[in-house]
């Protein structure tokens, strides 16, 4: 799968009001592709939605 084109959808889907998994698929390809400032803005945003969520918690510990 092309991390770019992922991601490229994904972002498209935030249109409006997102939901908390697209922010979770965007922070992590984000994290995967080593922008830490994009992937901590959405996975922020994730943890927003879902305080409790222990995957986007998970990623959140993996933002350098």
Not at 3 to 21: F, I, S, T, V, Y
Request: glycine residues 10%; contains cysteine.
């Amino acid at each position: 799968c092309n991390l770019e084109e992922a991601r490229a959808q994904r972002e498209r889907g935030l249109q409006g009001q997102a939901p908390g998994d697209l922010h979770l698929a965007l922070g992590y390809i984000a994290l995967e592709q080593g922008d830490a400032q994009l992937a901590e803005q959405h996975l922020r945003a994730a943890l927003h939605r879902w305080p409790n969520d222990g995957t986007a918690q998970e990623f959140m510990e993996r933002v350098p």
